[in-house]
């Protein structure tokens, strides 16, 4: 799996999410209140979600390191949990589908990145 390449397919959902710094403006869903909306937007997020999915499962089986893709991803994942319609309706709502993806938040947790609460 190249994960460069299937990153760059979720690069409209990545802008989208990423808060701004001092050289670029956030995306627009980053700011608060704002979000996935329709139903493609919705496809979009669930999946670029699903390829985080298949991160932890590559960590579970020992092909990937936590510590290397928390240094890499996290922040990747930190935003996606970050984006208050995205957590709320799929992370807290819909948690029984994206388990995987907990599974992936709580172990970067431990790791030491910081999450918005999740319960």
Do not use: C
């Not at 991160?55 to 893709?69: A, F, N, R, S």
């Not at 949990?81 to 589908?97: F, H, Q, Y």
């Not at 388990?99 to 999740?118: A, I």
């Amino acid at each position: 799996m190249n994960l460069d390449e299937a990153f760059l397919r979720h690069l409209d959902v990545y802008s989208r999410l990423r808060p701004g710094d001092d050289s670029q403006s956030p995306g627009d869903w980053a700011e608060r209140g704002q979000g996935p909306d329709s139903a493609s937007e919705w496809m979009a997020v669930e999946q670029y979600m699903g390829l985080f999915e298949r991160i932890e499962v590559l960590i579970e089986g020992g092909v990937l390191d936590t510590h290397l893709t928390n240094r890499l991803y996290g922040y990747r994942v930190r935003n996606i949990v970050a984006n208050e319609r995205i957590r709320t309706k799929l992370l807290i709502e819909g948690a029984a589908g994206w388990q995987d993806f907990l599974s992936l938040v709580h172990r970067l947790k431990k790791d030491g990145r910081v999450f918005p609460s999740l319960p």
